[in-house]
C-alpha cells in the first residue's frame, strides 16, 4: 500500500470521509475506494451528500442500487436519494392503513407525511440500514462514505441518538412523521448504528481538510465534535500540499508560504491525529486512473507531465466581468435579497462579505446572514468592523424560539393532554428544519427595508430548504395553527428577480462547474432565475509560471467556455497571494478587475 494511503494498512469496515465544502473529500473517498478494490477486497462506496458527484468523478453513472465501478473490479458504488427515499418511506407508512381507515384519514397522513422531515428520516433510515444491518452489505468487505460537508454530515452522525432518545421519550406518539409505529420498528436499527459508528474497531471518520486556516478551523471544530459523539477512532488527510517547483513565480512562492503558515499553526485538536498528506496535482482526478494516480507514484509522474506547457488560446468569453460590476447592478435596485449559492468550498462565505462591504460602502444598509450549519463569516470578517450588521441563523436559538412561539400560541387553552402531545411533536428533531426555515423566511424578508446578503449552506443542504417550502408551509400550520407572512412570501420574494439576486459560485473546475450548472437548473424549475455566476480562485487572469500552476489554468479554459455558454452574466476572481479576509482584502476582492491578457510576460 502506498505510504499516502497508510491508513489504509489495516483498514475497518466502515471509513466515513468528511470535512469542509471543496477539500477533495469526494476524489480522497474514491481514491481509497479504488485502492482497497485493487487490493482484492469487496468495496461499496455510498454518497450522502445530496449534491452527488460521485458519477462525475468515477466516470461511471452511479445509482440509487449498488453499480459496478467501470475500470474497478470490486468496486461497486450507490447515491443515496433522499427524495426517492422519502417516497417509498411514505408508502411502507401508509400503506397497512389503506382500506382500514377512511380515504379521508389517509390521505391526511399523506399530506403530514409530504415535509422536509420525511425526507430527511427516509434517508436516515437508508443510511442506517446500510450501516446498522449486516445482510444489507453482505456481499462487501468495506463500505466507504463520502458525506456531505461538514455541517450536513454532522446533523446526519447526531440523527442516531436523536431519533432514538424521541423515540423513547414519546410514549403518546405525536410526530411530525405521522404515527410512529414505522419509526418504532426501526428502533432496533438505530441502535445497532450507534454501536456500529461508536466502535473504533468497524469504523474510522477520516477527516479531509487543506493546508488552509479556515478548512483546518472546521475540520478541528469537527473533530471535537466527533469525539463527543463517541467516535474516536479519528484520522487526518492533509489535501492539496503545495509546494514551488522553483522559478520566479510570486503567487506560487505566496500559495507555498500560506500552506507552510497554516500547518505550523495547526490546531491542537487535530495535532493529535495520524495524518496522511496529499499533494496538490496538476491534473483533475476524474475517472478510475486519474485517482489511482493520486496515490501511485508510479502513475503519478505519468499524469504530471507537461500538462501546463502553454496556455490556451481562448482565455474566456469577453462578458465576463468583476464583482464591483456586479454590485453596481444589484444595487440599482436600492433592497433586496443577494444570495450566494454553490458547492461547499467555493468561497460562498468570502463572496458574500465582499459584496456586503461594496453595498455598504455605498451608502445602502445592509444585512449580512448565513443559513450554513458549518459557517465560517467570523473567519471572512476576521475582527473588521463591519458597517453592517451581522448575524448567523442558529439552530439552537431559532429552535427554542419556534417551541416557544408555538406553545405560547398553539399550546394556550389546550388540554393538559393535548398540550402534551404538542410538546412531544415539538421535540421531534424535524422541528430545528422547520425553525431554520421560518428564520430563513424572516431574514429575506428584510430586504424590504434594505439589502440582506445570505450566505447559504452548500447546494444539497440548499436546494432542500427550497424545494421543501410549500411543504413547510403546511408543517408550521400543523404545529401552531398558523403561518407567518414571512413564511407566505418567501417564494413569490425569491421568485421576483426585482427583489432576489441569486449569485451562483464556483469554482473553475469541472465538478464544481457541473454542479452548480445542475444547481442553475433546480432553481429554474423553482422558478428562480439566477442572477449572475462568480467564478472564484481563478489562475486564467495570473501570469503563473510554476509548472503546476500553470497546469492547472490550462484546464479552466473548457470550464470558463462553458460558464459563458450558461450564464446571463459572470464574473470572475482571480488567484490572490494572502488570503481573502478582512475589510481590506475584501474590497480588493470586490474591485480586482478581470484581465484578458496575462498581467505580466511569462517565460
Given at each position: 500500500?502506498?505510504h499516502?494511503?497508510?491508513?489504509?494498512?489495516?483498514?475497518?469496515?466502515h471509513?466515513?470521509?468528511?470535512?469542509?465544502?471543496?477539500?477533495?473529500?469526494?476524489?480522497i473517498a474514491c481514491?481509497?475506494?479504488?485502492a482497497?478494490?485493487d487490493?482484492g477486497?469487496?468495496v461499496?462506496?455510498?454518497?450522502?451528500d445530496p449534491?452527488?458527484?460521485?458519477?462525475d468523478?468515477?466516470?461511471?453513472?452511479?445509482?440509487?442500487?449498488?453499480t459496478?465501478?467501470?475500470?474497478?473490479p470490486?468496486?461497486?458504488?450507490?447515491?443515496?436519494d433522499?427524495?426517492?427515499a422519502?417516497?417509498?418511506?411514505?408508502?411502507r407508512?401508509?400503506a397497512?392503513?389503506?382500506?382500514v381507515?377512511?380515504?379521508?384519514?389517509?390521505a391526511?397522513i399523506?399530506?403530514q407525511?409530504?415535509?422536509?422531515?420525511?425526507?430527511?428520516?427516509a434517508?436516515?433510515?437508508?443510511?442506517?440500514?446500510?450501516?446498522?444491518?449486516?445482510?444489507?452489505?453482505?456481499?462487501f468487505?468495506?463500505?466507504?462514505?463520502?458525506?456531505?460537508?461538514t455541517?450536513?454530515?454532522l446533523?446526519?452522525?447526531?440523527?442516531?441518538?436523536?431519533?432514538?432518545?424521541f423515540?423513547?421519550?414519546?410514549?403518546?406518539?405525536?410526530?411530525?412523521?405521522?404515527p410512529?409505529?414505522?419509526?418504532e420498528?426501526?428502533?432496533?436499527?438505530?441502535?445497532?448504528?450507534l454501536?456500529?459508528?461508536?466502535?473504533?474497531?468497524?469504523?474510522?471518520l477520516?477527516l479531509?481538510?487543506r493546508?488552509?486556516?479556515a478548512?483546518?478551523a472546521e475540520?478541528?471544530r469537527?473533530s471535537?465534535?466527533?469525539?463527543?459523539?463517541?467516535?474516536?477512532?479519528?484520522?487526518?488527510?492533509m489535501n492539496?500540499?503545495?509546494?514551488?517547483?522553483?522559478?520566479e513565480d510570486p503567487?506560487?512562492w505566496?500559495?507555498?508560504?500560506?500552506?507552510?503558515?497554516?500547518?505550523a499553526?495547526?490546531?491542537?485538536?487535530l495535532?493529535e491525529?495520524?495524518?496522511?498528506?496529499?499533494p496538490?496535482v496538476p491534473?483533475?482526478p476524474?475517472?478510475v486512473?486519474?485517482?489511482r494516480?493520486?496515490?501511485?507514484?508510479?502513475?503519478?509522474a505519468?499524469?504530471?507531465?507537461?500538462?501546463g506547457?502553454?496556455?490556451p488560446?481562448s482565455?474566456?468569453a469577453?462578458?465576463?466581468a468583476?464583482l464591483?460590476?456586479?454590485?453596481?447592478?444589484?444595487?440599482?435596485a436600492?433592497?433586496?435579497?443577494?444570495l450566494?449559492?454553490g458547492?461547499?468550498?467555493?468561497?460562498?462565505t468570502?463572496?458574500?462579505a465582499?459584496?456586503?462591504?461594496?453595498?455598504?460602502?455605498?451608502?445602502?444598509?445592509?444585512h449580512?446572514?448565513?443559513t450554513?450549519?458549518?459557517?465560517?463569516?467570523?473567519?471572512a470578517?476576521?475582527?473588521s468592523?463591519?458597517?453592517?450588521?451581522v448575524?448567523?441563523?442558529d439552530?439552537?436559538?431559532?429552535?427554542?424560539?419556534?417551541?416557544?412561539?408555538?406553545?405560547?400560541?398553539?399550546g394556550?387553552?389546550?388540554?393538559?393532554e393535548?398540550?402534551?402531545?404538542?410538546?412531544?411533536d415539538?421535540?421531534?428533531?424535524?422541528?430545528?428544519?422547520?425553525?431554520?426555515f421560518?428564520?430563513?423566511?424572516?431574514?429575506?424578508?428584510?430586504?424590504?427595508?434594505?439589502?440582506?446578503?445570505?450566505?447559504?449552506?452548500p447546494t444539497?443542504?440548499?436546494?432542500?430548504?427550497?424545494?421543501?417550502a410549500?411543504?413547510?408551509?403546511?408543517?408550521l400550520?400543523r404545529?401552531?395553527?398558523?403561518?407567518a407572512p414571512e413564511?407566505?412570501?418567501l417564494?413569490p420574494?425569491l421568485?421576483?428577480?426585482?427583489f432576489t439576486?441569486?449569485l451562483?459560485?464556483?469554482?473553475p473546475e469541472?465538478?464544481?462547474v457541473?454542479e452548480?450548472a445542475?444547481?442553475?437548473?433546480d432553481?429554474?424549475r423553482?422558478?428562480i432565475?439566477p442572477?449572475a455566476?462568480?467564478?472564484n480562485?481563478?489562475f486564467?487572469?495570473?501570469?503563473?509560471?510554476?509548472?503546476?500552476?500553470?497546469?492547472?489554468?490550462?484546464?479552466?479554459g473548457?470550464?470558463?467556455?462553458?460558464?459563458a455558454?450558461l450564464?446571463?452574466?459572470?464574473?470572475v476572481v482571480?488567484?490572490?497571494?494572502?488570503?481573502?479576509v478582512?475589510r481590506?482584502?475584501?474590497?480588493?476582492?470586490?474591485?480586482i478587475?478581470?484581465?484578458?491578457e496575462p498581467?505580466?510576460?511569462?517565460s
Amino acid at each position: 500500500m502506498s505510504h499516502r494511503l497508510r491508513f489504509l494498512s489495516n483498514p475497518t469496515r466502515h471509513l466515513f470521509f468528511t470535512g469542509k465544502g471543496g477539500v477533495g473529500k469526494t476524489s480522497i473517498a474514491c481514491a481509497a475506494a479504488v485502492a482497497l478494490a485493487d487490493a482484492g477486497r469487496p468495496v461499496l462506496l455510498v454518497s450522502t451528500d445530496p449534491a452527488s458527484n460521485l458519477s462525475d468523478v468515477l466516470g461511471t453513472a452511479v445509482r440509487r442500487e449498488p453499480t459496478a465501478v467501470e475500470g474497478a473490479p470490486g468496486l461497486s458504488a450507490l447515491n443515496l436519494d433522499p427524495v426517492a427515499a422519502a417516497a417509498a418511506y411514505r408508502e411502507r407508512v401508509v400503506a397497512p392503513y389503506r382500506g382500514v381507515l377512511p380515504d379521508a384519514s389517509v390521505a391526511r397522513i399523506e399530506e403530514q407525511l409530504s415535509g422536509a422531515c420525511t425526507v430527511e428520516i427516509a434517508a436516515f433510515d437508508e443510511f442506517s440500514r446500510l450501516l446498522g444491518d449486516p445482510q444489507a452489505t453482505a456481499g462487501f468487505e468495506h463500505l466507504v462514505f463520502d458525506t456531505a460537508p461538514t455541517g450536513h454530515t454532522l446533523r446526519l452522525l447526531t440523527l442516531p441518538t436523536a431519533w432514538t432518545d424521541f423515540l423513547a421519550s414519546s410514549p403518546l406518539g405525536a410526530s411530525c412523521l405521522g404515527p410512529l409505529a414505522g419509526l418504532e420498528k426501526q428502533q432496533a436499527l438505530y441502535a445497532a448504528t450507534l454501536a456500529a459508528l461508536a466502535d473504533a474497531e468497524r469504523t474510522t471518520l477520516v477527516l479531509v481538510t487543506r493546508p488552509e486556516a479556515a478548512a483546518l478551523a472546521e475540520a478541528a471544530r469537527t473533530s471535537g465534535e466527533l469525539r463527543e459523539l463517541g467516535l474516536a477512532n479519528r484520522h487526518l488527510v492533509m489535501n492539496g500540499v503545495f509546494r514551488a517547483c522553483g522559478g520566479e513565480d510570486p503567487l506560487a512562492w505566496a500559495l507555498e508560504e500560506q500552506g507552510h503558515a497554516a500547518l505550523a499553526s495547526l490546531p491542537a485538536d487535530l495535532k493529535e491525529l495520524e495524518r496522511t498528506d496529499f499533494p496538490l496535482v496538476p491534473y483533475a482526478p476524474l475517472g478510475v486512473p486519474a485517482l489511482r494516480a493520486l496515490w501511485r507514484e508510479d502513475e503519478a509522474a505519468s499524469w504530471a507531465g507537461p500538462r501546463g506547457g502553454t496556455r490556451p488560446s481562448s482565455r474566456t468569453a469577453p462578458n465576463a466581468a468583476n464583482l464591483d460590476e456586479l454590485v453596481e447592478r444589484i444595487a440599482a435596485a436600492g433592497h433586496g435579497a443577494v444570495l450566494t449559492m454553490g458547492k461547499g468550498g467555493v468561497g460562498k462565505t468570502t463572496i458574500a462579505a465582499a459584496l456586503a462591504f461594496a453595498l455598504a460602502d455605498r451608502g445602502h444598509p445592509v444585512h449580512l446572514s448565513t443559513t450554513d450549519p458549518a459557517a465560517g463569516l467570523e473567519r471572512a470578517l476576521d475582527g473588521s468592523p463591519p458597517e453592517f450588521t451581522v448575524a448567523r441563523i442558529d439552530p439552537e436559538v431559532e429552535v427554542a424560539r419556534y417551541r416557544s412561539e408555538v406553545l405560547a400560541e398553539a399550546g394556550a387553552g389546550l388540554s393538559s393532554e393535548a398540550r402534551g402531545l404538542l410538546e412531544e411533536d415539538l421535540r421531534s428533531p424535524c422541528t430545528e428544519e422547520i425553525a431554520v426555515f421560518q428564520a430563513f423566511a424572516r431574514t429575506v424578508a428584510e430586504g424590504r427595508e434594505g439589502f440582506v446578503v445570505l450566505d447559504t449552506a452548500p447546494t444539497g443542504h440548499s436546494i432542500l430548504l427550497l424545494d421543501a417550502a410549500l411543504a413547510y408551509h403546511r408543517e408550521l400550520g400543523r404545529q401552531s395553527g398558523r403561518v407567518a407572512p414571512e413564511v407566505h412570501a418567501l417564494l413569490p420574494r425569491l421568485r421576483d428577480p426585482g427583489f432576489t439576486k441569486v449569485l451562483l459560485v464556483t469554482l473553475p473546475e469541472a465538478t464544481p462547474v457541473n454542479e452548480a450548472a445542475l444547481l442553475a437548473g433546480d432553481l429554474e424549475r423553482a422558478g428562480i432565475s439566477p442572477f449572475a455566476w462568480v467564478v472564484n480562485q481563478s489562475f486564467t487572469p495570473t501570469a503563473v509560471t510554476d509548472v503546476v500552476l500553470r497546469a492547472r489554468r490550462e484546464l479552466e479554459g473548457d470550464q470558463l467556455s462553458k460558464v459563458a455558454r450558461l450564464a446571463a452574466r459572470f464574473a470572475v476572481v482571480p488567484w490572490q497571494g494572502k488570503a481573502p479576509v478582512g475589510r481590506e482584502a475584501l474590497f480588493q476582492m470586490a474591485s480586482i478587475p478581470w484581465r484578458n491578457e496575462p498581467q505580466a510576460k511569462e517565460s
